[in-house]
């Protein structure tokens, strides 16, 4: 999977807790590499995590089965890599999605939003493992919970379960509802709806 | 302290840098000198963190010049030590690598490669170092140099990077890159009773009496620590047992001799690879590092394209597996190598298929690993449209090869045993 965003939101560290969760918590293989150059605050940024059973030959996405977008650039930049089939998860206070070509599975939280009105945007990114956890099986929920707990500060560790319980109920709820929550949240154009298996 | 934190035992996922790191620490590291540069800053970040648990002793040093020294004076004084650095700071390290050979000094150095020349490509992938590691420094030498190829090996390589450079009195070098040290993946560090830790000898003579330069058998001089008690006189220049200087081409080839042959003599101890499916192969690729991790993926998905191809990974790149490259180009057609260089180790692979296999280098410049795909072009356009030519020069060296089995057995008297040994030399005269 990759998770995407621009720098300062904690992209990587949600990719190396999604990792961490897979390989330290459900005992799998895991591989996380970040998008490495001179980012600052604000621009782009992503980090990819490839999880398996068994040794990860090339830890390198060539196209992805969940992608996670916290950021409009982030989106445009790797839609296009997701697999046909795959899970999108957008937040969508930051996000605004176009029309898609391809069959995918959409999930969209207002991560930003609730990381706000928990009273720290910080957390935003902990919003989505949460959101992840409930919506995908990248890796198990008491797994991300663990590596969550595990990779924060001590001091964040209330806030920032808070944040991945918020994140991870919504997902429930959506996955439940097979993603047609999704839709309504995000108020997605006629078009898009057209072109997901959900909708039809 | 209560606690032993030298090996962190458990299921871990780190970086490559933070894997190297940990290596050190297990070896039972306990100084470490470096000046930070991306993209192996992260290994010198966890020493400073690990190295005061357990009483050790991290120093920031002014450039890579002194850092070098640093741990070359920390290994003098009894402690193992170990640096890292990356394309300049590897540069600015070669002269002092050079006393460190000179001085017999078990030290690790962890070269992180990232793109150059100069200053490069500070955040991005390359293995272009790999001829500056074996001849960087000046003079005649041999060392080692080892390539990871995940971070669990950058845990394993480094320990066993110390091992080495304990057991032969070198300094020997891990050559990761930049793709590998920022990677974070699982890597699993075994209870401190099951790992293999190898200590320097150390001399239990009389104090007054010790040569810190009077090689045992084994052509390695046993060591004591500085502050022992005992006389000892170190120089870069040529010196006799005793460590001084003598200027004459007897104590020059006995010495500069002696450093080479410690290693040349141990190359069955030394050399480490990883060999998948050579049996019988008729392409076979040879790489290290990360161009060998995405080479799995490649080997697999050539085999299922119908691909008859195996993989010799090397895990010691230097001294390099002449032998074993020697025997191999007598079996297969073509040796496809792919490294982020424009053309390093294809050149000793070639020099050691002596023209009886072909030898195919896949380059990239660095800022990016090879796609497997890139890979599985290589092998599949080598597998098909040039075959019937190839295989042509194939039925020509096999000839050639009769011929030389022929000279074997007579020289062997027909052991069947002795025929690996024998064609082994025979190939090296063929080589000369």
């Known amino acids: 999977m990759r998770v995407s965003g621009f720098g300062g939101q904690g992209i990587i560290l949600a990719g190396y807790i999604v990792g961490k969760a897979a390989a330290i918590h459900d005992k799998k293989q895991a591989t996380m590499v970040q998008a490495y150059g001179p980012e600052a605050r604000g621009s782009a940024c992503s980090s990819q995590v490839v999880v398996a059973e068994e040794p990860i030959e090339f830890p390198y996405l060539s196209a992805s089965d969940v992608l996670a977008c916290m950021s409009q650039e982030a989106y445009e930049k790797f839609v296009g890599e997701l697999r046909e089939g795959g899970t999108l998860l957008i937040d969508e206070t930051l996000v605004t999605m176009g029309a898609l070509d391809k069959d995918v599975q959409i999930f969209s939280i207002p991560a930003t939003q609730f990381a706000e009105d928990l009273g720290r945007k910080i957390v935003a990114n902990i919003v989505m493992l949460g959101f992840v956890a409930g919506t995908t099986d990248v890796v198990t929920a008491e797994a991300m919970r663990e590596a969550v707990a595990s990779s924060v500060p001590p001091a964040a560790v209330e806030l920032n379960m808070k944040a991945f319980d918020q994140g991870y109920e919504y997902g429930v709820a959506q996955r439940a509802a097979g993603g047609a929550a999704a839709f309504k949240a995000a108020a997605l154009e006629a078009e898009l709806i057209g072109s997901t298996q959900e909708a039809s | ?432």
Not at chain 2, 263 to 274: M, R
Not at chain 2, 397 to 424: F, I, L, N, P
């Open chain 2, 1 to 432: 302290m209560s606690e032993d934190r030298s090996v962190l035992t458990g299921d871990h996922f780190i970086t490559g840098d933070e894997a190297c790191a940990e290596g050190g620490m297990a070896a039972g590291c306990m100084f470490f000198g470096g000046y930070p540069i991306t993209p192996a800053t992260e290994v010198a970040e966890r020493m400073a963190k690990r190295l005061p648990e357990v009483g050790g002793t991290f120093i920031q040093m002014e450039d890579e010049i002194a850092s070098m020294n640093s741990i070359l004076g920390a290994s003098w004084a009894g402690a193992k030590s170990m640096t890292s650095t990356s394309g300049p700071g590897f540069s600015l390290m070669m002269e002092n690598l050079g006393l460190g050979i000179m001085l017999e000094t078990p030290c690790v150095l962890v070269n992180v490669q990232r793109g150059g020349p100069s200053t490069g490509l500070p955040t991005l992938v390359a293995q272009a170092d790999m001829m500056q590691a074996r001849w960087g420094s000046h003079g005649d030498y041999q060392l080692i140099a080892l390539a990871p190829v995940s971070c669990q090996e950058c845990f394993d390589l480094t320990l066993q990077a110390f091992n080495y450079s304990e057991k032969y009195r070198v300094p020997v070098l891990v050559m990761t890159d930049e793709s590998m040290g920022h990677m974070t993946e699982k890597v699993v560090i075994p209870p401190k009773e099951e790992l293999e830790v190898i200590n320097r000898k150390m001399y239990d003579g009389p104090k007054g009496e010790y040569l810190p330069f009077k090689a045992d058998d084994d052509l390695v001089p046993p060591m004591m620590k500085v502050g022992d008690g005992h006389r000892i006189h170190v120089t870069g220049l040529t010196h006799d047992e005793r460590g001084y200087p003598v200027m004459s081409a007897d104590a020059h080839e006995t010495l500069v001799r002696r450093l080479i042959d410690k290693i040349k003599k141990n190359v069955d101890d030394i050399i480490l690879v990883e060999e998948i499916d050579l049996e019988g192969a008729d392409i076979v690729i040879v790489s290290y590092g990360i161009s060998a991790r995405v080479s799995y993926r490649a080997l697999r998905m050539a085999k299922e394209a119908g691909a008859n191809v195996g993989m010799l990974r090397l895990i010691t790149v230097w001294p390099f597996p002449e032998k074993m490259i020697r025997e191999l180009a007598k079996k297969v057609q073509t040796f496809i190598v792919p490294e982020i260089n424009a053309g390093q180790i294809v050149l000793e692979v070639e020099r050691c298929a002596a023209g009886n296999a072909e030898t195919v280098l896949l380059s990239k410049l660095g800022g990016a690993v090879f796609q497997p795909e890139e890979i599985v072009e290589a092998i599949l356009a080598e597998g098909k449209a040039p075959r019937k030519k190839a295989s042509a020069t194939k039925k020509k060296a096999g000839a050639s090869k009769k011929k030389a089995a022929a000279t074997k057995k007579k020289a062997s008297g027909a052991k069947k045993t002795a025929k690996t040994k024998s064609s082994k030399k025979t190939t090296k005269k063929v080589g000369r």
